[in-house]
């Protein structure tokens, strides 16, 4: 009898991951993600170590510009990084010799508006420090996605705009693990009242 238990048991445990999975992929919603700005010098001039700015100088002639950022544009950028001047203010970086680049990605996730009231442990969910008053958000994805909710500065969730609020939790090992992020937002959710109750505490 044991043996047949010890069979079957992994093979549900299997199905029931398996079946997990589905309903997060089934019901998940993409959540929109920002990661922190990256600040590097400016690929378009000479930087000035001195005055930490620009030099006013291009690196390229203008055949180089023009083929660079084709390039850059070519992999999917519509940006301007790369254009020709012949002396004075960067087109690019205005002359502040610096250039932001905002990274901002997708991840499938299954949404929970205000966990706490809808059943999910205390273990999952708590207040972060400063938010009495917000709104929680729980969501559940994939593994694979943790280095993008890592360094995460801000989420839209439902078109709503979130902050991580501790670094994503992974639950479970190996195949079996999902990730759990949480998230606050003191905006008040447009989205039915049924869903979310406000005040959080
Ligand atoms: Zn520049």
Redesign the pocket.
Known sequence: MSRVRSRIKPKAKERFQKRIRDVIKGLSRPVEIYKQPRKGE?P??FYDKMTAS?TGKCKWTPAQALAKQQEWENSGYVTTRYKYFLKGR?P??K???Y?ETVRKTWADCLVVWNPSARGYGNALVYTPAGTEGSTIVLLKTHPKNYDLFKDADKLFIDGIECKVSRPPLLRGLGNEAILIITAFTTEKPKVDSDEIIKDYR
Do not use: A, Y
């Open positions: 400016c378009n001039c620009s960067c690019v970086c002359g502040s010799g250039l």
